[in-house]
């Protein structure tokens, strides 16, 4: 029994010791525009080797311990359920080494590590830094998010644009999930990631939480980026090819091409790519549609949950009042405040493109391309090739839950004039192919058609 009592002492004394050996830094990874996200890293030294990890066990505080040991052993989560791992090497008070980050996936690492001082750089390829590292030795290991289920619970209730839509059993399911996250989440990645995974299940879309100052605002003002969003390309003599890459940052550049494209009568087909444009501002499409739309377009009808419904009543809708804003900010405080609206666009005064369309889709083309895609296919004769497009269009705006954290939830509801209900039902192309073949396929029913009118 003494003997006993004494191996329980030393593994006692021995893992106390390892406890205050084991040293915890805080830090913040930045990624710009206000995109900081708080760890906890434990750095583990073997020799002149580092490995740098955030909290274990993420994925079981994240999914559940069940889905977790599945995740591991389909290789679908990383050992130990660690979201972020850094392996390096040191020289002098210089690391540099590998790491591996969701979303963004493999990238190197380069940093300098003191006694006191811990900071680095996360670079794609050989030279883009996109994100930094700072970190400072701490007592605390997490951080405490379990005031933010009731907040978030609150602004959805609020704001949603129909409680209807919240009496089901797979909101009841989110709701018990979030409880946990919020009490078991240790840093910000883990709680981030496991709450746009917990929503997937969720009947709507447009559900998301953020961490950027950046996103309270909405992207109404459609600043023009460093790098072209909008590809324009000449694929023959006839035929004119836009890649519009999302529908944000894209007026101004769609504003100089499109004239270029609907003035030059040498062009009988136009193609549309819209693969991977997860939507945007009302400025950027209501730009497009200037060049290409022969007559008024309705969009649809936006309804909120000022207006009492079931479903789609036309009589009811038709009361709503009919807008053209001039700006995806002036719609969303309409909607804010009132019952809804009928969105118009009205044909311009632009030259008008008079060939035939072809737009191309694929799963992630959702949104605000949504309704142009489904208008385009029933009003304009477009010719749609691709996917099934992702199904999530609903009015959106951000709410402050915390100094840190916004939500982005659905404000109103939306049907096409027709009565369709786009959420979670998507638009289905004329021509259903691989989304890598799209392209393809488009070129080659305009040069079938060439060929048999020559």
Same mark, same amino acid.
């Given at each position: 029994?003494?003997?006993?009592?004494?191996?329980?002492?030393?593994?006692?004394?021995?893992?106390?010791?390892?406890?205050?050996?084991?040293?915890?830094? $805080?830090?913040?990874?930045?990624?710009?525009?206000?995109?900081?996200?708080?760890?906890?890293?434990?750095?583990?030294?073997?020799?002149?080797?580092?490995?740098?990890?955030?909290?274990?066990?993420?994925?079981?505080?994240?999914?559940?311990?069940? $889905?977790?040991?599945?995740?591991?052993?389909?290789?679908?989560?990383?050992?130990?359920?660690?979201?972020?791992?850094?392996?390096?090497?040191?020289?002098?008070?210089?690391?540099?080494?590998?790491?591996?980050?969701?979303?963004?996936?493999?990238?190197?690492?380069?940093?300098?590590?003191?006694?006191?001082?811990?900071?680095?750089?996360?670079?794609?390829?050989?030279?883009?830094?996109?994100?930094?590292?700072?970190?400072?030795?701490?007592?605390?290991?997490?951080?405490?998010?379990?005031?933010?289920?009731?907040?978030?619970?609150?602004?959805?209730?609020?704001?949603?644009?129909?409680?209807?839509?919240?009496?089901? $059993? #797979?909101?009841?399911?989110?709701?018990?999930?979030?409880?946990?996250?919020?009490?078991?989440?240790?840093?910000?990645? #883990?709680?981030?990631?496991?709450?746009?995974?917990?929503?997937?299940?969720?009947?709507?879309?447009?559900?998301?939480?953020?961490?950027?100052?950046?996103?309270?605002?909405?992207?109404?003002?459609?600043?023009?980026?460093?790098?072209?969003?909008?590809?324009?390309?000449?694929?023959?003599?006839?035929?004119?090819?836009?890649?519009? $890459?999302?529908?944000?940052?894209?007026?101004?550049?769609?504003?100089?091409?499109?004239?270029?494209?609907?003035?030059?009568?040498?062009?009988?087909?136009?193609?549309?790519?819209?693969?991977?444009?997860?939507?945007?501002?009302?400025?950027?499409? *209501?730009?497009?549609?200037?060049?290409?739309?022969?007559?008024?377009?309705?969009?649809?009808?936006?309804?909120?949950?000022?207006?009492?419904?079931?479903?789609?009543?036309? #009589?009811?809708?038709?009361?709503?009042?009919?807008?053209?804003?001039?700006?995806?900010?002036?719609?969303?405080?309409?909607?804010?405040?009132?019952?809804?609206?009928?969105?118009?666009?009205?044909?311009?005064?632009?030259?008008?493109?008079?060939?035939?369309?072809?737009?191309?889709?694929?799963?992630?083309?959702?949104?605000?391309?949504?309704?142009?895609?489904?208008?385009?296919?029933?009003?304009?004769?477009?010719?749609?090739?691709?996917?099934?497009?992702?199904?999530?269009?609903?009015?959106?705006?951000?709410?402050?839950?915390?100094?840190?954290?916004?939500?982005?939830?659905?404000?109103?509801?939306?049907?096409?004039?027709?009565?369709?209900?786009?959420?979670?039902?998507?638009? *289905?192309?004329?021509?259903?192919?691989?989304?890598?073949?799209?392209? #393809?396929?488009?070129?080659?029913?305009?040069?079938?058609?060439?060929?048999?009118?020559?």
């Amino acid at each position: 029994m003494k003997v006993y009592l004494s191996l329980l002492f030393m593994l006692y004394i021995t893992y106390s010791l390892a406890q205050k050996d084991n040293v915890i830094w $805080k830090s913040e990874l930045d990624f710009g525009e206000g995109v900081v996200f708080t760890t906890f890293l434990n750095i583990e030294k073997n020799e002149n080797k580092y490995v740098i990890t955030s909290p274990k066990n993420a994925d079981i505080r994240m999914v559940g311990g069940l $889905k977790a040991r599945l995740g591991r052993a389909l290789g679908k989560i990383p050992n130990q359920g660690v979201l972020l791992k850094i392996e390096s090497e040191q020289n002098a008070d210089s690391i540099h080494g590998t790491t591996k980050l969701p979303i963004f996936g493999d990238l190197k690492f380069k940093g300098i590590l003191t006694s006191q001082n811990f900071s680095g750089e996360f670079i794609k390829g050989d030279s883009i830094v996109i994100g930094t590292l700072e970190g400072e030795k701490s007592k605390d290991n997490h951080l405490d998010y379990s005031d933010l289920y009731s907040k978030i619970l609150k602004i959805t209730e609020e704001r949603i644009f129909s409680k209807n839509t919240l009496d089901n $059993k #797979e909101w009841r399911k989110f709701k018990s999930k979030l409880k946990k996250l919020c009490n078991k989440s240790k840093d910000d990645i #883990e709680f981030f990631i496991g709450f746009n995974m917990i929503n997937s299940k969720l009947p709507f879309s447009h559900y998301n939480i953020f961490i950027s100052e950046e996103n309270q605002v909405d992207n109404s003002n459609e600043v023009s980026p460093v790098e072209p969003t909008v590809i324009f390309e000449e694929k023959n003599p006839k035929t004119a090819y836009i890649k519009i $890459k999302n529908f944000s940052t894209t007026k101004q550049e769609l504003k100089e091409i499109l004239p270029k494209i609907s003035k030059n009568k040498n062009y009988k087909n136009l193609i549309v790519d819209l693969r991977d444009n997860g939507g945007g501002g009302i400025g950027a499409a *209501f730009e497009l549609a200037k060049h290409i739309a022969s007559k008024d377009i309705e969009v649809g009808y936006f309804v909120t949950n000022k207006l009492e419904y079931s479903g789609f009543k036309q #009589e009811l809708f038709e009361t709503l009042p009919k807008l053209q804003p001039e700006s995806t900010e002036e719609f969303s405080n309409d909607l804010m405040t009132g019952r809804g609206a009928h969105l118009i666009f009205e044909r311009s005064d632009s030259e008008i493109f008079s060939g035939k369309i072809f737009v191309l889709t694929n799963k992630n083309t959702g949104s605000t391309c949504e309704p142009i895609v489904y208008a385009l296919k029933n009003n304009f004769d477009a010719t749609v090739i691709g996917e099934k497009t992702a199904g999530a269009m609903l009015a959106a705006k951000w709410f402050d839950v915390n100094e840190k954290y916004v939500l982005m939830l659905p404000i109103a509801d939306f049907y096409t004039t027709d009565g369709v209900r786009l959420d979670q039902r998507g638009v *289905f192309p004329n021509i259903d192919v691989e989304s890598e073949k799209a392209l #393809e396929k488009a070129l080659e029913i305009i040069n079938t058609n060439t060929n048999n009118n020559n």
